[in-house]
T-cell receptor, first 110, second 113 residues
């Protein structure tokens, strides 16, 4: 079957670093995306890895290992506004068909 | 922000009635998608489109149909709504060069009683 597994909840303190892991199993694989969603809002795109390695975008970094079917999102210098749900999504075909994980709810504490 | 709107934003309907949700974009992007989001399930793809009159099924397409007669509009129809289709529905678009990078509309909250 097709599935993405990620932790349901993560808690961290302001200023800390947190890593959200994602393992995937899909019929096709073009890359791994990450999205952020605040309560009641639309998901917003954060990053994408098509190749193995680390991609850095400001305080956020994303990593992919195709051989391990594994990726992670790293958030540094956590801020209260980073409290949200984070979803990994595997791109399954050229048409942009995405399979989403169930999401990780990140709570940032003072 | 990507120019995506959805209508209606909220709807309550009765079981067995047809319902159509509209997604409208001003970006002229070729690719458009419909998702539903339910607690514990994340986002699940219903249908997507890669051009006018070109559509394909996603992972949860049963009970839904779509149409795209213009680049800017992508319609999702529930032919006969059921309570299991109570959900939040999101439309998304993506540019051809970045189909992994999807921009989502504000969502439609649908309740089927």
């Amino acid at each position: 079957g097709q599935s993405l597994e990620q932790p349901s909840e993560v808690t961290a303190v302001e200023g800390a670093i947190v890593q959200i892991n994602c393992t995937y199993q899909t019929s096709g694989f073009y890359g791994l995306s990450w999205y952020q969603q605040h309560d009641g809002g639309a998901p917003t795109f954060l990053s994408y890895n098509a190749l193995d390695g680390l991609e850095e975008t400001g305080r956020f970094s994303s990593f992919l290992s195709r051989s391990d079917s594994y990726g992670y999102l790293l958030l540094q210098e956590l801020q209260m506004k980073d409290s949200a749900s984070y979803f990994c999504a595997a791109r399954e075909n050229q048409g942009g068909k995405l399979i989403f994980g169930q999401g990780t709810e990140l709570s940032v504490k003072p | 922000d990507a120019g995506i709107t959805q209508s209606p934003r909220h709807k309550v309907t009765e079981t067995g009635t047809p319902v159509t949700l509209r997604c409208h974009q001003t970006e002229n992007h070729r690719y458009m998608y419909w998702y539903r989001q339910d607690p514990g399930h994340g986002l699940r793809l219903i249908h997507y489109s890669y051009g006018v009159k070109d559509t394909d099924k996603g992972e949860v397409s049963d009970g839904y149909s779509v149409s795209r007669s213009k680049t800017e509009d992508f319609l999702l129809t529930l032919e006969s709504a059921t309570s299991s289709q109570t959900s939040v529905y999101f439309c998304a678009i993506s540019p051809p060069s970045g189909r992994h990078e999807q921009y989502f509309g504000p969502g439609t909250r649908l309740t089927v009683t």
